[in-house]
């Protein structure tokens, strides 16, 4: 099985020693069968030398982007104060995030896709594209953002800017708004897709592991995750029309049961499409620990199901050695 890890290197101790601390860990990630990081460039002070270890430690790397940590000036989704109130009364929670309606937001991602190829895209092997969506679909559709953007948008399809009550109840609201959502998302990614295309570096992208309506979602947590399709993330289209070349979706569920259905309905929804599969997995993630039996199951889970290519997320640094051991077992297979 090849294996790759998102890699968050919390491990690097200080910028001066970011060579030093990353070639140990990667030493440590290709002894166990590790063959591709994916590397957390919001965290990375010197991504040259931590690129160095990596080519010392035979190791691949892809750029792991995050367009709220990566991006400067990032539009953010406008909603009054009126809005934010009632988000935290109702939801519990008062959810920021970028607007990926907002015409800046896909030129400033595009231009840092490009920069990042520009300076290290011959010594890369790909871009990773994470949180490549809106956030979590009951705060953004019920709290609309007010952005000039978005009031344009909707001034010219609806004859409004900003929905009132029983407009959020209509069809024809729901389709329009989610559409253009995921039109302007999609934009976005075949931008940065025929960047990596003319520079042959491969275009990844971290998956949320629902994509319609998985009946995993944990009591869904209303900041928590959400339908891929509704938050303008339509990867099966997306693979679909070429535009990406790697789905791995974030399958952490800490039931096995869940985790397999998951795996499943990833192979349905992608057979016969264009993008390489990968399974996410978790050692530890925001829906709990997986112990290291259960992490094992995993592995063998995805093998049974004749995937041939696994990526592994903690949310802490991945060293306890028994998870390093369980990899190397499944990466010779
Ligand atoms: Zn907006």
Same mark, same amino acid.
């Given at each position: 099985?090849?294996?790759?890890?998102?890699?968050?290197?919390?491990?690097?101790?200080?910028?001066?020693?970011?060579?030093?601390?990353?070639?140990?860990?990667?030493?440590?990630?290709?002894?166990?069968?590790?063959?591709?990081?994916?590397?957390?460039?919001?965290?990375?002070?010197?991504?040259?030398?931590?690129?160095?270890?990596?080519?010392?430690a035979g190791v691949a790397v892809e750029i792991w982007m995050h367009p709220e940590r990566m991006?400067?000036?990032?539009?953010?989704?406008?909603?009054?104060?009126?809005?934010?109130?009632?988000?935290?009364?109702?939801?519990?929670?008062?959810?920021?995030?970028?607007?990926?309606?907002?015409?800046?937001?896909?030129?400033?991602?595009?231009?840092?896709?490009?920069?990042?190829?520009?300076?290290? $895209?011959?010594?890369?092997? $790909?871009?990773?594209?994470?949180?490549?969506?809106?956030?979590?679909?009951?705060?953004?559709?019920?709290?609309?953002? +007010?952005?000039?953007?978005?009031?344009?948008?909707?001034?010219?399809?609806?004859?409004?800017?900003?929905?009132?009550?029983?407009?959020?109840?209509?069809?024809?609201?729901?389709?329009?708004?989610?559409?253009?959502?995921?039109?302007?998302?999609?934009?976005?990614?075949?931008?940065?897709?025929?960047?990596?295309?003319?520079?042959?570096?491969?275009?990844?992208?971290?998956?949320?592991?629902?994509?319609?309506?998985?009946?995993?979602?944990?009591?869904?947590?209303?900041?928590?995750?959400?339908?891929?399709?509704?938050? $303008?993330?339509?990867?099966?289209?997306?693979?679909?029309? $070429?535009?990406?070349?790697?789905?791995?979706?974030?399958?952490?569920?800490?039931?096995?049961?869940?985790?397999?259905?998951?795996?499943?309905?990833?192979?349905?929804?992608?057979?016969?499409?264009?993008?390489?599969?990968?399974?996410?997995?978790?050692?530890?993630?925001?829906? +709990?620990?997986?112990?290291?039996?259960?992490?094992?199951?995993?592995?063998?889970?995805?093998?049974?199901?004749?995937?041939?290519?696994?990526?592994?997320?903690?949310?802490?640094?991945?060293?306890?050695?028994?998870?390093?051991?369980?990899?190397?077992?499944?990466?010779?297979?």
């Open positions: 099985m090849h294996i790759s890890i998102w890699d968050s290197p919390r491990y690097i101790t200080s910028p001066d020693t970011t060579y030093a601390d990353t070639l140990a860990a990667l030493k440590r990630f290709a002894d166990a069968g590790v063959r591709r990081v994916l590397v957390y460039k919001a965290y990375l002070a010197d991504l040259d030398a931590y690129l160095n270890a990596a080519r010392d991006i400067k000036n990032v539009p953010m989704r406008v909603l009054t104060d009126a809005q934010k109130r009632a988000m935290r009364e109702n939801l519990d929670i008062e959810l920021l995030f970028p607007c990926p309606n907002h015409p800046e937001y896909r030129r400033q991602l595009v231009a840092l896709a490009k920069s990042l190829l520009d300076q290290y $895209g011959d010594r890369i092997a $790909g871009l990773h594209l994470d949180y490549l969506r809106s956030a979590n679909f009951i705060c953004c559709f019920y709290y609309p953002c +007010g952005c000039e953007a978005c009031r344009a948008e909707r001034k010219r399809y609806f004859g409004f800017e900003m929905p009132s009550e029983e407009d959020l109840k209509q069809p024809w609201y729901i389709y329009k708004e989610t559409a253009r959502l995921n039109a302007h998302i999609t934009a976005t990614i075949a931008d940065i897709h025929r960047l990596t295309h003319d520079a042959g570096r491969n275009l990844s992208m971290a998956a949320r592991c629902d994509y319609i309506n998985s009946p995993d979602i944990f009591a869904r947590p209303v900041w928590g995750l959400g339908p891929a399709t509704l938050e $303008g993330q339509d990867w099966a289209e997306w693979s679909d029309a $070429g535009i990406i070349d790697e789905i791995i979706p974030m399958n952490y569920h800490p039931i096995l049961a869940n985790f397999t259905d998951n795996l499943k309905a990833h192979l349905r929804i992608l057979e016969g499409s264009k993008a390489k599969f990968t399974s996410g997995l978790a050692s530890l993630s925001s829906m +709990g620990p997986i112990p290291i039996a259960d992490f094992r199951d995993r592995l063998q889970a995805i093998q049974d199901a004749g995937v041939s290519s696994a990526c592994v997320f903690s949310s802490r640094d991945l060293t306890g050695e028994e998870y390093l051991q369980a990899i190397r077992d499944f990466a010779q297979t």
